[in-house]
């Protein structure tokens, strides 16, 4: 009764263990990680037909930043690499929850004197693996939870990514379009100065300060649009464009402001529960005090085996049954797996405070620099743009009554387009600053369905009837042509 009582115990252990490796799914779970990023106002990662087919039609269109991060699903290498990291990490899953592979003996011994011999035969399993494969199952499936966290928040960090690259060319190409309009009227300037000297009417030192002027605008030109060439690779890189793919439109103005801007106390709200960096942390703590606490458990077993001999003696009897190989903890009593698991538990201690700490002021920081971005915008827009087109105006009246000469008009009429540009690039640093400050929410921010209309574009500013061809009609009406 015994012996069939242990080979029942063994072959149960078998079937458990075996039944404890097929509980785990041997394929990714790309689902759950779409879920996280549909969540937080993200896009799921597909590959579908459907979604590639409209990759075509987002071409078509002026591509905007919500269609850069769908460009980005279908193409961006990056985001591949994150999804090749989820495979990895479900192999990892599986490798743990192994066992150990059954050890199959024999032997065959013979007498130094007379005949027949001794033939034995044994099969033996790890009790470790079968003892632990339950808390193992448990550990690796935890532990695949956190890698989902930290994949989904790799990919809202392209997503991220792209937005900011979309923003930054997007800024860079009005910028461009900007200073050459600046450069083409300091060209204008230089040509009136040139026929103002010719006809005598100034002198070499004004010729020569407007042709520096025009040289100037049209380095800072140059340069505003090597600046957008690079923006626009970056831009290609990260969504993962080439070729005839890169040869796509945008569009060519930066949203305004949102119409209104989120609580902060709020925003840390939604960070502490949809932050995925946090989750990832929190998950990291959790399977490091889960393991350490196993590590302490089964310290002592060691390298133990269950195991089944069956032997047939010189004589030709047999005897069989159960067998069971203890590992003896004198020497090695499991103190170095023990202080490994206590150190990796005080590593995510530290990781999860770190992680907290960052996002705390990483939100409550980024907050108020949306909020002063956002008034430096308005600065811009309702005092610093109007003042220059009343000195624009007030200039243009001085000069039609010969007060002030053209240059100072043209002059005023540059520094105009400055005070344009300037507004341009404080709109760029604005939603530059709401994409950082989304990352540290990790989540859209619901502000984000209160933007609407878009900043005024490079042809509206530069309209025609610029004040050099007016300064030009001006100098031909009063007959002092040069």
């Not at 890698?147 to 928040?153: G, L, M, Q, V, W």
Request: proline letters at 4%; hydrophobic letters at 45%; aromatic letters at 4%.
């Amino acid at each position: 009764m015994p012996m069939y009582f242990h080979r029942a115990v063994l072959a149960l252990a078998v079937t458990a263990a075996l039944g404890g490796c097929a509980s785990v799914a041997p394929r990714p779970d790309s689902a759950g990680v779409d879920s996280l990023l549909i969540e937080r106002g993200g896009q799921a990662v597909s590959t579908s037909p459907a979604l590639a087919d409209s990759g075509s039609q987002l071409q078509a269109a002026p591509m905007t930043a919500d269609s850069a991060v769908q460009f980005a699903m279908l193409h961006s290498p990056r985001l591949q690499q994150e999804y090749a990291r989820l495979g990895l990490a479900r192999a990892d899953v599986l490798e743990v929850v192994e066992i150990g592979n059954p050890r199959f003996s024999i032997s065959r011994l013979r007498p130094e004197s007379g005949s027949g011999s001794q033939l034995t035969t044994g099969i033996a399993m790890p009790i470790v693996d079968m003892l632990l494969l339950p808390a193992r199952t448990r550990l690796a499936n935890a532990d695949y939870q956190r890698t989902r966290f930290d994949i989904a928040a790799a990919i809202l960090a392209v997503a991220s990514d792209v937005r900011a690259a979309w923003y930054t060319y997007a800024g860079a190409q009005q910028v461009a379009e900007m200073r050459a309009a600046v450069a083409q009227a300091a060209e204008l300037s230089a040509e009136l100065a040139k026929r103002y000297y010719d006809a005598g009417n100034i002198s070499e030192l004004q010729l020569k300060q407007e042709q520096a002027a025009a040289s100037e605008a049209r380095i800072n030109a140059a340069r505003s649009q090597a600046e957008a060439l690079r923006a626009r690779l970056a831009l290609n890189t990260i969504v993962g464009l080439s070729g005839p793919a890169a040869d796509w439109k945008i569009a060519d103005r930066l949203p305004q402001p949102a119409t209104r801007e989120d609580d902060p106390a709020e925003l840390q709200d939604l960070a502490q529960r949809n932050n995925l960096e946090l989750l990832a942390a929190r998950q990291e703590l959790e399977v490091a005090a889960a393991a350490l606490a196993s590590t302490r458990h089964w310290r002592w077993l060691g390298g133990s085996e269950i195991g089944y001999e069956r032997e047939r003696e010189v004589d030709g009897s047999r005897i069989k049954g159960p067998t069971l190989a203890l590992e003896l903890p004198i020497f090695n009593q499991g103190q170095a797996r023990l202080a490994r698991a206590e150190a990796v538990l005080a590593q995510a201690n530290a990781r999860l405070a770190q992680a907290e700490l960052g996002a705390d002021n990483a939100v409550r920081l980024g907050a108020e620099r949306v909020r002063i971005l956002r008034q430096v915008v308005a600065t811009h827009r309702d005092a610093l743009i109007p003042q220059r087109e009343a000195v624009l105006a007030r200039s243009q009246e001085q000069q039609n009554f010969m007060l002030i000469g053209v240059f100072e008009l043209i002059q005023a009429k540059s520094r105009e387009f400055d005070a344009y540009q300037s507004y341009l690039e404080a709109v760029r640093d604005y939603w530059l600053a709401r994409v950082d400050l989304t990352r540290a929410v990790g989540q859209r921010l619901p502000s984000d369905s209160a933007i609407t209309s878009g900043t005024p574009s490079v042809q509206e500013i530069v309209k025609p009837g610029s004040a050099i061809e007016q300064a030009d009609t001006h100098q031909h009406h009063s007959g002092d042509q040069p």
